[in-house]
Nanobody, 123 residues
Framework: VQLQASGGGLVQAGGSLRLSCAVA??????YAWFRQAPGKEREFVAAALSYSGRSGYYTDSVKGRFTISRDNAKNTLYLEMNNLKPEDTAVYYC??????????????????WGQGTLVTVSS
């Protein structure tokens, strides 16, 4: 399984970016984005579960601004990020696996990870 993340870059506060993550190998039940800011631990951002009727799971700080989606035909994961803030600056990682609902926000719920793409939001 290989994951290729792309779409990061430099954007001003209030701007938008769309991250993509192409997944090669197989499909999974869970697709997620995590991020790691300088000097901080990796944290959960958003996830989508194929077996859940819920449209997505989000950390509170991005609710209403970020949207996770999937293109099943392309086996590609996206993260639409709007109204970006300087505190969103981080390396963003896509991840796939077969987590149960209680593990959807946990690092341990995902088995395969992309290489990360840097998002920098200037004030």
């Amino acid at each position: 399984v290989q994951l290729q993340a792309s779409g990061g870059g430099l954007v001003q506060a209030g701007g938008s970016l769309r991250l993509s993550c192409a997944v090669a190998g197989r499909t999974f039940r869970g697709y997620a984005w995590f991020r790691q800011a300088p000097g901080k631990e990796r944290e959960f951002v958003a996830a989508a579960l194929s077996y859940s009727g819920r449209s997505g799971y989000y950390t509170d700080s991005v609710k209403g601004r970020f949207t996770i989606s999937r293109d099943n035909a392309k086996n590609t994961l996206y993260l639409e990020m709007n109204n970006l803030k300087p505190e969103d600056t981080a390396v963003y990682y896509c991840a796939v696996g077969d987590p149960i609902v209680s593990s959807v926000r946990l690092y341990e719920g995902y088995r395969h990870w992309g290489q990360g793409t840097l998002v920098t939001v200037s004030s």
